[in-house]
């Protein structure tokens, strides 16, 4: 009897699962499955399969994003505001980390000022600084948006935490030998943060690649605007054709989820390195 009723329960909690899946999956399935119909073939079959398998929907959108363009100026923002997130924030991370004065702390929680204030609060002298140095309609204006006032302070944070297990000990050995403070800083405790510098990298790209009101306040210019720039310019202002809008969404993330599929080694050793130094 006993073996009966775990039987029941596993195939009970395999039967919720199951549905709770489906649920979640639904919105990803009418996403794909409506990029391969028409506009009437949508309105009348809604979940329905399409009956004539078709890619113009994504040539068209293709087109109409220009796509190469779009993404070229997506990589070029990501990658620059990665590696300059990286540098600054594991360096500035080492000193709050090592800092033994009053000064160091400070620093570090006017950094973590950053997590509390939204970004939104402070985009009206951020748009007049970025127009005074000249820098509207710029990707330079929008990377320097997205590291110092955007990411900076929570990769900071994360930075700090992870320094804060590396042994003292290491840089000690090194000053007494000789090194500087850089050499030491880059030759030895930079390579030991590899787990967490991944974590970061990847936190940040996820961050900067699906950030689209930076993008919008400072390119204004159909040849420096991103992806999600394109969706966006591609919406009536009345009503949408879903059958082209979807295929577009699509082109959007899908460098998005190649990068994660790629990454995903790193981010489960980060995360694991996380929890097992934290």
Request: net charge positive.
């Amino acid at each position: 009897m006993t073996n009966i009723k775990k039987i029941s329960g596993k195939i009970l909690y395999a039967i919720f699962l199951l549905l709770l899946s489906i649920i979640m999956l639904l919105p990803v399935y009418y996403l794909l499955v409506t990029t391969f119909k028409t506009p009437a073939e949508a309105a009348a079959s809604p979940l329905g399969l399409p009956r004539h398998l078709t890619f113009d929907n994504y040539v068209n959108a293709i087109g109409a994003m220009h796509y190469g363009r779009s993404l070229a100026n997506n990589l070029i923002i990501a990658v620059v505001s990665v590696i300059c997130l990286i540098i600054f924030a594991s360096m500035a991370a080492y000193v709050v980390a090592r800092g033994k004065r009053r000064i160091f702390r400070f620093m570090y929680s006017v950094f973590m000022v950053g997590l509390i204030i939204p970004f939104q609060t402070s985009i009206i002298p951020l748009y007049k600084i970025i127009s005074g140095m000249s820098l509207m309609n710029r990707h330079l204006g929008v990377i320097l948006v997205d590291v110092f006032c955007i990411n900076l302070p929570l990769s900071i944070f994360l930075m700090k935490g992870f320094i804060n297990t590396v042994p003292a000990e290491l840089e000690e050995a090194a000053l007494i030998d000789g090194s500087g403070i850089f050499r030491c800083f880059w030759k030895i405790i930079f390579p030991l943060l590899k787990p967490i510098v991944s974590t970061v990298a990847i936190l940040d790209t996820l961050a900067i690649w699906n950030d689209f009101m930076t993008p919008l306040l400072f390119l204004q210019s159909p040849e420096k605007q991103v992806l999600l720039q394109q969706v966006y310019r591609n919406v009536g202002p009345f009503s949408t054709n879903w059958t082209a809008f979807f295929p577009m969404l699509v082109a959007a993330t899908l460098p998005l989820i190649i990068f994660y599929l790629i990454m995903q080694k790193q981010i489960i050793e980060g995360v694991v390195a996380g929890a097992v130094k934290g």
